[in-house]
């Protein structure tokens, strides 16, 4: 396999992009979906995502453009 081939680039890149979003799923279900506004976490649940990045990540979900 040539690592430098534009074609491998792009499928490992889209495979990158593809995990890291059903795990933004995972967590939004998970902590997000089905809880009260007031109880959503403000600290991140798991150890490879940092507090700021959490608390990002809840700002966008709860936004009026995400919502719909």
């Given at each position: ?62 936004s009026p453009k995400h919502?719909?």
């Amino acid at each position: 396999m040539d690592v430098n081939s534009k074609a491998v680039h792009e499928a490992c890149t889209d495979l990158l992009k593809c995990g890291q979003q059903q795990m933004r799923y995972r967590l939004k279900k998970q902590y997000f979906d089905g809880v009260p506004a007031n109880q959503v976490r403000t600290t991140s649940p798991i150890k490879q995502m940092t507090d700021d990045q959490w608390r990002e990540l809840v700002e966008m979900w709860s936004s009026p453009k995400h919502k719909v």
